[in-house]
Each structure stands twice: as structure tokens, then as C-alpha cells.
């Protein structure tokens, strides 16, 4: 799938070291995928989040041992997080350990917060089970996860998609109207 | 950090730890654990929340109040949003009452409440349910041992003497009424439902006879959303639309005394509970 930031995930993880917003991006890419993997888990948004905060974290404070050749760095991502899940579950609570490592304050999350996690994942998981379907194009994937997981602007994804923003709006209409025929689909 | 939305707060945080390690060299991992300690003393204690994971359901045994205090359960957190120590509380809520068979709308009011310690001023106004007008204004001055009132359909002032034993809730206080089944240990958790478009946890309480509670509240924090009071088949439902912590000072002393009437005719009388 096409992403608003060209770069790979590798070369993201590659230059955290010199240019922080590269993990960011990175984090933008993936966090609704890993909030909706940890709520599938747990069935608990609340846990859900903090596992994603403390994923992250871990991420961040081994990307200097990540190797491209290696494997795909979601692959990489996602085995930290499922390292983590384990982890936790054997010791009956959330680690926070990179956390503090890296002086992370704590968040309170609000109700309205917690909302807008649960859509979000909620959002990635549909998706998620759209694109195995096939149910969307690459262009129509990446334009729907652009302006409704991320928020982001149709200029923006229109020069991510090297397109025009009209046609930038067609691929988002385009994928929700499909999503939508494939929600409404008899089981 | 209390936040609205925690995607966007944790990329921050994120880069900003990047940032830092990016300008040091990464201390985290090399001289590392020090710096690291010292570090997160400084943004001050970090404690995450305590978490039961189950296989497949995690439950949460931590909730937190106002603030984002931590409180042990959700009974707890919702208590903690009414608790008064060291504050005056500001609440306004409207209500709606239902009454007969099938239940029909028989009352709707709108309540200013402000309470600390033993002192509680209510101020609510009546409305009609046929045409939405105010009909009456009610002034409650509510203390240990007394009820002061005012009226505005009938411009009384009525000072009560009220002898009912100590944490009795002084009237149809839901407020209240949730703060003393509290105490005897009366509430407990139920499931989560929908109440005005948005997820609740309800906390029920069996009451006195047939009476029967249920408080809604945020599903995490505890912050109050309804409480349906039912009794006899006649049901009151309380919608909270603000909520404020305030200092304890002049000016908000001043919203627990009773306003002057001028012109109000006084009267006395003895309450529920007293003799002789």
C-alpha cells in the first residue's frame, strides 16, 4: 500500500537517529494497526493503549538494531509487540519500562480519548479485513486510512498519491462507498 | 497529562524522546540507565496503570477520578468525582420525572448545585413539560440540623428544623442519594449500555423498599453522565450537563449561602423526625 511519506518503513526507522520526526511518520503509519492488534487481544481499550504506548517505546529505544535485510520493520514492530503482550501477560500487568526509560509522562485519557482510539481501531480493523478482501484499490486503501485514520488533508494525499485533489476525493468516496457495500453485505 | 486524544499525544511524545536521544547520542541504552532515572524524576513520578490481563478480556482494576486521579475501581472513581474534601463542588443537571401507566413526563427542572462538607445549596427552576416555561424557582440552603427554602410561586421562606439522623440525604438530592449508598457499601458495578449516544457504565444500588439507583458514568473515569432513581413505578432521571471543582474561599462560600428575598414571608416549622 502506498504510504503519505514515501520513504520505506526502513529508511524511516534508518534515520530516527538523526531526524526524530522519521519515527513519527513510522508511528503514524503503523499505530492504528498495532492499537487495533492489542484491542483484538485484549478486548480492552484502556490496555490496548498502554500496550501501544510501551510497543512504541520499545521500538524507538531498539531502532538503531534494526536490520533492513532482516526483515519487513512491521514484521519487526509487530514482534515487539507480541514479545510485549506475552510479557505482559505472564506478569498480569502492562510493562512500562521503556517508558520510563525514555521520561515519558503519564496519560489520563478522557472518555472522548478513548472514543477516538476504539474508532480508530475499529477504522484498521475494517480496513485491515477490506484490503484481504480486495475490496479496495491501493489508491482508494491508502486515500480512506489517509483522511479518516490520520486525518490528513486531500492536498496531502493527493501529492501522495501524485494526483490530483479531485481525484484525491474520488478515491476516498470511491473506498468508503465500497467499505460501506461490504459492511452492508449479508455475512 | 489528561488528554482527548492519546494518538496524537503519544506521537509527540514519541519525538520528543527521539529528539532527545537524537541530541545525546541515545543515553538511554549507554550510560543510559543513570540518566534515564533521573530523567524521569524530573518529569515526576510515572506510574502506569495496574492492569489484570485475562486471556482474551483484559479487565481493568484501576480507574481514575477527577484529575486523573488514580482510583481503585470504577466505584470508586465515580464516588471520587462527588467526594467534597477540600472543595466545593458545582454541579448542574437537569431532570425529568415520569410518572403513571404507561409513564408519562411529569416534571422537568433544571438544578444548580453547589455542596462542601455538610452544606449543600441547591437552586433549580421548574419547567413545564407542556410548553417548556418556567413555573417555579426553588432555593435549598441544606445543613446539619436545618433546611432552609425558598419558593417563588408562593414568595415563602421556609426555615425547617430537620432532626433526621446524620447522613440521611436531606431531600430528592441525587447527588446525594448516590453519596449515602455509598457509604453503606451499597453500590455495585454493572454492565456498560448506551445513554444519549455515548457508552456508560452503570452503577446500581437497590434502595430503600422498592427503590432501585442506577448511576451512569464514563465507562473508565467514573465522571457522572445520569442516575435514573425508580420507585413505585414513578422514575426520575437526572442528566448531568456541567461539572466544576472548585476552591474553598469567599466567593465560593458565598454560593453555599442562601441568596437574599427580599419580601419573602418566613415561616417556621418543625421537620420529619423531630419531637417535642
Known sequence: MDQPDHRSDAELIARTSTDPESFGAFYRRHVPGVLAFFRRRTSDTQIALDLTSEAFARALEHAETFRPGDQPAAAWLYGIARNLLTDSYRRGQVEDDARRRLGFDRMVVTDLGYDRADAIADAAAELAAADLDGALTLNQAHAVEARVLRDESYEQIASDLRCSRQVARQHVSRGLRSLKRRWEKPA | ?276
Not at chain 2, 1 to 6: A, E, G
Not at chain 2, 141 to 146: A, C, F, L, M, Y
Open chain 2, 1 to 276: 497529562m489528561i488528554t482527548d486524544d492519546p494518538i496524537r499525544d503519544l506521537e509527540r511524545q514519541l519525538v520528543a524522546a527521539a529528539t532527545t536521544r537524537a541530541a545525546t547520542g541515545h543515553p538511554a541504552n549507554r550510560s543510559g540507565r543513570r540518566t534515564a532515572i533521573l530523567a524521569a524524576a524530573a518529569v515526576g513520578l510515572l506510574v502506569t496503570a495496574a492492569v489484570v490481563l485475562t486471556g482474551g478480556g483484559g479487565s481493568v482494576t484501576s480507574a481514575t477520578g477527577p484529575g486523573g486521579r488514580p482510583a481503585g475501581s470504577i466505584v470508586q472513581a465515580a464516588y471520587s468525582w462527588l467526594d467534597p474534601t477540600g472543595t466545593v463542588i458545582h454541579m448542574q443537571f437537569d431532570t425529568r420525572s415520569y410518572a403513571g401507566r404507561p409513564p408519562v413526563v411529569h416534571e422537568v427542572g433544571q438544578t444548580d448545585v453547589w455542596y462542601s462538607g455538610d452544606t449543600e445549596r441547591d437552586v433549580s427552576t421548574k419547567v413545564s413539560p407542556i410548553n417548556d416555561r418556567a413555573v417555579a424557582h426553588l432555593e435549598t440552603v441544606s445543613r446539619p440540623g436545618s433546611l432552609r427554602y425558598y419558593e417563588s410561586n408562593t414568595n415563602t421562606l421556609t426555615t425547617e428544623r430537620v432532626c433526621r439522623p446524620r447522613g440521611t440525604p436531606a431531600a430528592a438530592d441525587p447527588v446525594a442519594e448516590f453519596r449515602a449508598l455509598y457509604h453503606e457499601g451499597r453500590i455495585t458495578r454493572g454492565a456498560t449500555s448506551m445513554f444519549d449516544g455515548r457508552r456508560v457504565r452503570r452503577l446500581v444500588a437497590r434502595g430503600r423498599g422498592t427503590q432501585r439507583f442506577v448511576y451512569l458514568v464514563g465507562p473508565r473515569t467514573g465522571a457522572p453522565v445520569a442516575m435514573i432513581d425508580e420507585a413505585g413505578g414513578d422514575r426520575s432521571t437526572v442528566r448531568f450537563t456541567g461539572y466544576q471543582r472548585l476552591p474553598v474561599n469567599v466567593i465560593t462560600r458565598r454560593d453555599l449561602r442562601l441568596q437574599p428575598h427580599p419580601g419573602a414571608r418566613p415561616i417556621h416549622i418543625g421537620g420529619p423526625g423531630c419531637t417535642g
